[in-house]
């Protein structure tokens, strides 16, 4: 049996996972993650997460290959030594306000759209590198890219996440020189591209930095997979045919269809959304909702207190009472965020959540009519026929939001698979080594799936024209 290590690196925690070439696959180890202010700005722990992947990879013990992805966008930048010159900077850092505009200013906001097909969100890479100092700078490699780097001295940019960056050509899908020349960003920090199924290079502790504790003593190929979190979730969809449109739910949710071409029409535009590149050359055509962001936050507010319990009385709680457009990124920076949102009911004319799980139901009834929202206009922009929609991610597990998307979205709601991440992670790495077939198949036969069909569906039309007419007025989100 052949044996595949999936390293998933999620912005609220990491694994790393093993599995075989039936998809059976087993958590060998967990840990949180999450940014923090360190020398003046939001950053991630990247040594911290390189560390806990040694030892996951101990826990593994030997496997035939590894494949490592992560949240898009953040990056590492290598010195001429090959050495990490700072720490990499989380994109909710608020860095990217003025370079961003800047930017749209530069080459106007149709003029980005055509060239790399994102919608201008201040998360992305571009915007991130324009703020950065790029002194001394010999090579951008984004996170995945960099843990890689670290397993097997090979640099490189897989095209999935390259695609998250704003810098690669949505019509060539190489990076776009007039981007790079018009942004006064040094192209020669981007590194070659590559391709999920092709080989990064074998173990090889060379570039490791140090300290951090026992390198693998087995052999094994690094392999390039869809390194973006958010493709490998998409191509674990287990859907049965094209009809279907997906929501990975984590952190963020990511919610579009899965198309042959981009669609880069005005109306998308000014629909936010953006089409990154997916496995096997498709489209990713989506929106980014906040997702699951928002709960973590007041969770963490509150004191981390028990979640069954707190989604349980959140089920009970009124019903459609407030609601806030869960696709702001009003609501990207961290801290305060019960505050924040009973501001954005009080700020649009309606009640304030005032208990924990008033406010959890606000959350997931907002994410749930930002599902349909998103869902909808995906279908209408894009024109592909949606019967169903594939809930993928943490999400899947929470069976209210889950409920209330299909309700929201009027559709059946597969839930599941919670870990498709790493599932995507080792089917490349399964058909790389040679698994034949029709691997979202397999999903659906081996994986734990539960279908929510929509029951109480009114009330949700009024709800999304009430929440657009309080934003229209002025009502912040
Ligand atoms: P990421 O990859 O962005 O870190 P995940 O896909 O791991 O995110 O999803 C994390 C989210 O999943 C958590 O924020 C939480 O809201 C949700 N989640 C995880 N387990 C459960 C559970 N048992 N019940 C309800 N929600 C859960
Ligand atoms: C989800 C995700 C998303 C990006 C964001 C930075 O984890 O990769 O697709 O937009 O993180």
Redesign the pocket.
């Known amino acids: 049996m052949t044996r595949f290590a999936a390293v998933?690196l999620?912005?609220?925690?990491g694994r790393v996972m093993v599995g075989d070439e039936s998809l059976r696959l087993t958590e060998v180890h967990r840990f949180s993650?999450g940014a923090a202010v360190r020398d003046g700005a939001l950053r991630w722990d990247v040594r911290r997460i390189f560390r806990e992947i040694l030892y996951g990879l101990q826990q593994a013990g030997p496997v035939d290959s590894i494949g490592v992805d992560s949240?898009g966008v953040d990056y590492g930048l290598l010195g001429e030594d090959g050495g990490l010159l700072r720490e990499p900077v989380c994109y909710r850092d608020g860095r990217t306000a003025e370079t961003r505009a800047l930017a749209l200013q530069r080459l106007g906001a149709a003029g980005l759209y055509e060239a790399s097909g994102l919608q201008p969100h201040p998360i992305n890479t571009v915007f991130q590198l324009m703020a950065d100092d790029l002194t001394g700078a010999a090579t951008m490699l984004l996170i995945p890219d960099l843990i890689a780097y670290w397993l097997t001295g090979e640099r490189g940019a897989e095209i999935t996440n390259a695609s998250t960056t704003g810098l690669l050509d949505v019509h060539t899908r190489t990076w776009s020189e007039s981007l790079t020349s018009a942004l006064n960003i040094p192209s020669r920090i981007l590194p070659p591209l590559r391709h999920p199924g092709t080989p990064i290079g074998p173990l090889n502790p060379v570039c490791s930095p140090e300290p951090a504790g026992p390198f693998p003593a087995w052999k094994a190929e690094v392999v390039a997979v869809a390194s973006h979190?958010t493709a490998s979730a998409v191509a674990a969809a287990p859907a049965t045919n094209e009809s279907f449109a997906y929501i990975s739910?984590?952190?963020?949710s990511l919610v579009g269809v899965e198309l042959r071409e981009p669609v880069l029409s005005e109306a998308s535009r000014t629909g936010n959304f953006t089409n990154e590149v997916g496995l096997g050359g498709t489209t990713r055509y989506l929106r980014n909702v906040m997702g699951?962001w928002l709960?973590?936050e007041c969770l963490a507010a509150w004191g981390s207190p028990d979640?069954?319990g707190l989604?349980e009385a959140a089920a009970r709680a009124p019903r459609l009472r407030s609601l806030v457009d869960a696709a702001d990124p009003a609501f990207l920076a961290p801290g305060g965020m019960p505050g924040r949102i009973a501001a954005a009911c009080r700020d649009t004319g309606q009640p304030e959540p005032s208990t924990p799980p008033e406010t959890v139901r606000c959350i997931l009834e907002s994410l749930a009519l930002a599902h349909r929202a998103a869902v909808q206009d995906a279908t209408r922009l894009s024109g592909h026929r949606v019967e169903v929609v594939h809930l993928l991610?943490?999400?899947a597990?929470?069976r209210l939001l889950c409920q209330l998307t299909a309700d929201a979205c009027g559709l059946p709601v597969v839930a599941g698979p919670?870990e498709a991440?790493a599932l995507g992670n080792v089917m490349v790495q399964a058909r790389t080594a040679g698994v034949a077939g029709d691997l979202r198949a397999l999903v659906a036969a081996t994986q734990r799936l539960e279908t929510f069909h929509a029951q109480d569906t009114s009330g949700w039309a009024e709800a999304q024209a009430a929440l657009d007419d309080a934003k229209a007025k002025g009502g912040k989100p």
């Not at 999620?10 to 925690?13: I, W």
């Open positions: 998933d999620g912005a609220s925690s993650n949240w979190d739910c984590g952190t963020w699951l709960l973590q979640l069954p989604l991610g943490g999400g597990r929470n919670a991440t």
